[in-house]
Structures are given as structure tokens and as C-alpha cells.
């Protein structure tokens, strides 16, 4: 049936003889934005649109930020409830001076417990110990973080470590760690556990009374100079070979953003501040659906390739799917792109992707489903050839904001030449069968009539009369019937 409706699909577009707009220059994508930072990026947290970017492939030195995807790993493969039991080389296979919430070999906390510490506390005793719980060695658990990284589209880095301490082998970039930080945010428990304002750890033997920390990301806290509206946490970082490194989730107007800084030289927080104000101030995020009319259900009373189209309950774009847009911009620079190459982690009724960009900038995307199916249609293979897999490009039209743009317009539009000349063609056929209809007629007539005149000739033959007769009794009839059509001609000359 998939492939049914990608034949379908392919036959529609292929009838929308419609340009593809072309990005200009002045395409009005905002850029007055810049960081101090040797790099940075800030992207749009549900549809994956860089906003803004600096050196956004360089590579650097992480540090502490690391201990997101550590946290992501941990949380994939562990019960909140486990007990971390924090090993010798856990607790003092650490850099001498680096954080620490004051765990000791043999204490035993939750895994809970060790990602509050980790992610609030910075404590890279707690890095190790979790590391060592899931993989049962740092160096294995390294081997999971360059996995996981890589599967989520990372292609800059190389992690060596959970904790983020210097390691030549051991860094990132500002795409990569966006990346990163757009998945950590779908995920519910950490995001619970970077926004929280303070956590109670349990009593060790350091802490008999127990710990109270505290986040280190100073936007989160109202009482700081650094608080920023919206924040919902993030990551702090630093070494002497990372500089200062940040990671900073911040929603504002139903808009999330990622903002990462790179090797900051104590500009860390202004030139956050600065990256999330230039995005939420110069984009929105808008649902797929409600922007694209392309895309939109096919109607019950269209024909789509000599199908009728009531055999399909519905084709919609995937609710969920969005893209970015400058505020001010341009719609019509948007360009949309349709494909049937679908990635695993497409929808179980997705048929295809539509990739929506503002020349060579991605601005998200969404999938074409299947609502509902009607009765089955088997279709031939030899139909189906050709029509698998292929990319087909399409206009985003344009809308004004006060008028929509070609409303009544059908949502899978045919030109009306095609229709006039399927009508021709049709009217053509039927004239023609008309005529063949009326000439086998006519030679019916004419077949009968002449068996007629032979059954009367062998009747008078029968009665005496010989052939040479018949044949010069017909003969004179046709001598008369012309000399009187001619006689007939002569008198309509003459008047």
C-alpha cells in the first residue's frame, strides 16, 4: 500500500509544473549577532535550524559540558534506583583540584543520587563511578559516548572520558555539543535535573549530615547578575585547556533554543546572553501544517492517476514536524524538498519527508503520513517502477499574513490544461466510436440487402428465368436509374 501512495504522490507532483524559488542575496536571514568566543552556535531545539554559528565545525576542548551526554548514556541504560557503589579509581582518578561533591571509595548511592551530583555539583567522582556502573570501565564507557555521539549525527568529535578533564583524545564541537544538547531537552529526567535549584545527597563518610548543592549555571538563579528569563539550565565547563565552555537550554513564546560557547574567555555568559536574545528575538517556530498548503490531505472527489482518491482516508503532514523563520524575512526564500528515504526513527506511517531549507540553511522538517486507509488497492509492480524512491522538488507558496495566497486552490493542484486536454482527448474517443458505430451499421444494412437481392435472383432462377435474364434486366434498371439522375442534373443547371 506504501508503495501505492508513493506512486500516487510522484504522478501529483510530477503534474505541478511550479519553479522552485531561488535564494537571493538579500534573502533577510538575520545575522547582527557576534560572541567573543573562538566558537558558538545557537539552534532551534525542535527543528534543528542553526540560528547563528561561529567556527560551529572547529574543535575544542569541552570540558564539563561533556557530563551532558554522560548523563544522557547513564539514563538509556539505568534505573534511577540502581546503587553506584564508587570504586578507588573512581573517586581518585581525578585531575588534583578538580570538582568534586566529597564522595569516598565504598559509599553507595542511587544512580539518581550520582546524576544530581554530576550534573548540578559538577563532580567527576560521580562521572567515574557512573561510568564504571554501566560499562564497567571508563575506557568502555568512552567507546559508548563516541557511539552515541556518532548516532546522533556528531562527525567533529572524540570523547575519551565521562567527566570532561583534559584528554588530547577528547573533544568537540559547537555543532556536535548542539546536537547533544537538542536531544538531552527531549529527554524528561534530565531536563528535571538541570533546572532543579538545589538537591539533597544522601549522608557519606565525608558528609555524615549530608550535602545540599547547587546548580553552577549562574542563568538559572534569579539572585544572580547572569539570570537570564526562560533559562531552563544547562552546563558549566572549565579547564585550563578548555577555557570556558556552556551549555544553556532557554524557552521563550513556545521557541526552545540551544546555545553553546566554546573556549570563552570569561565572555561565557554575555555571549550566551547574547546568543539566545538574537534568536528569539529574530525567529519564530511554526508547525509544518499550518505553513506549507503544498503538503495538505488529498480530497475525496480527486482522481489521482485513474484512482480514485476516496481509496485513501487521508494524507497529512505529521503534527509534529516544524520549521524555523526569520521574523522578518521573506517567506518565499523557503524551499521544500520531498524524498522516501526515511531514516529509522521515522514515524511507523510515514510515506515520505519533506525537507523544508532557506538556500543551503536546514529550517526542519516533516512527514508525510498516512492517517487512515480505506479499502486496499493492489496496483501491479510494473506500475510501481520508477516511482520508488525519488526526490521531487516543490514550491513553498507564498502567504500573506492578511490574505491566504490561492485559497481555493486545490491542495494537490493539477493545472487545468491538463484536464482540457483529457477532456479533448475524451470527447475525441467518443466521437470516434460513434462513427465506427454508424459504419458497421451501415454495412449491416447494406450486407442484408444484398442477401436479400441474391435470395430473389435464385427465386426467379428457380421459376424459369435464366441468369443472362437476371443480369440484363439489371442491367437496364442501372442504365435508367443514371440516365434519370443525369436528366435530373441538366434541370437543376438550367434553372
Known sequence: MKR???????????????PV???RADSGWPEDVSIEAEGGIVMDAETGAILYGK??????????????????????????????????DAVYNVEAGSTSA???????????????????????????????????????FAAMMNDKAQSLGCTDSHFANPSGLNNEQH????????????????????????????????????????LRIYPG???LKKNMAEYYEGCLGGKTGYTSLAGNTLVTFAQRDGMRLVAVVLNGHSSHYRDTKALLDFGFQNFQTVKAADFDSVYTPVENDMLIAGFPAA?????????????????????????????????????????????????????????LTMNTLGDSVTVPDAMLEGFVDITIAAEQESADSQVPAQAERPPFYVPRIVFLALGILASLGILFAIFIAIRSYQEKKEAEARMRRR?????????????????????????????????YGRRQKRS
Open 217 to 219: 549555571h549562574k542563568m
Open 455 to 487: 435470395q430473389k435472383r435464385m427465386s426467379r432462377m428457380s421459376d424459369g428465368v435464366s441468369a443472362a435474364d437476371i443480369d440484363l434486366e439489371m442491367e437496364r434498371r442501372r442504365n435508367y436509374y443514371t440516365a434519370q439522375k443525369r436528366s
Open 171 to 210: 573533544y568537540t564541537s559547537a555543532y556536535d555539543m548542539a546536537l547533544i544538547g537538542q536531544t538531552a531537552l527531549k529527554n524528561e529526567t534530565l531536563m528535571k535535573i538541570v533546572s532543579t535549584l538545589y538537591y539533597d545527597l544522601p549522608a557519606t563518610r565525608r558528609n555524615p549530615d549530608g
Open 4 to 18: 501505492f501512495v508513493s506512486a500516487i504522490l510522484c504522478l501529483i507532483l510530477t503534474f505541478r509544473l511550479l
Open 102 to 140: 566529597g564522595l569516598d571509595e565504598g559509599d553507595m548511592l542511587s544512580v539518581r543520587d550520582c546524576l544530581y551530583a554530576l550534573l548540578l555539583k559538577s563532580a567527576n567522582e560521580a562521572a567515574n563511578a557512573l561510568a564504571e556502573h554501566v560499562a564497567g570501565s571508563i575506557d568502555d
Open 55 to 88: 567556527n560551529i565545525h572547529n574543535t575544542y576542548y569541552p570540558a564539563s559540558i561533556t557530563k551532558i551526554l554522560t548523563a544522557l548514556i547513564v539514563l538509556e541504560n539505568c534505573s534511577l534506583d540502581e546503587t553506584v557503589t564508587f570504586s578507588h
Open 311 to 367: 481509496k485513501l482516508s487521508g494524507l497529512q503532514l505529521d503534527p509534529s514536524g516544524a520549521l524555523t523563520l526569520p521574523r522578518s524575512g521573506d517567506p518565499t526564500s523557503v524551499t521544500s524538498q520531498l524524498t522516501y528515504e526515511l531514516p529509522e526513527d521515522a514515524p511507523s506511517d510515514a510515506i515520505a519527508r519533506i525537507d523544508y531549507r532557506w538556500g543551503d540553511r536546514t529550517l526542519g522538517c516533516a512527514y
Open 21 to 23: 524559488h531561488v535564494i
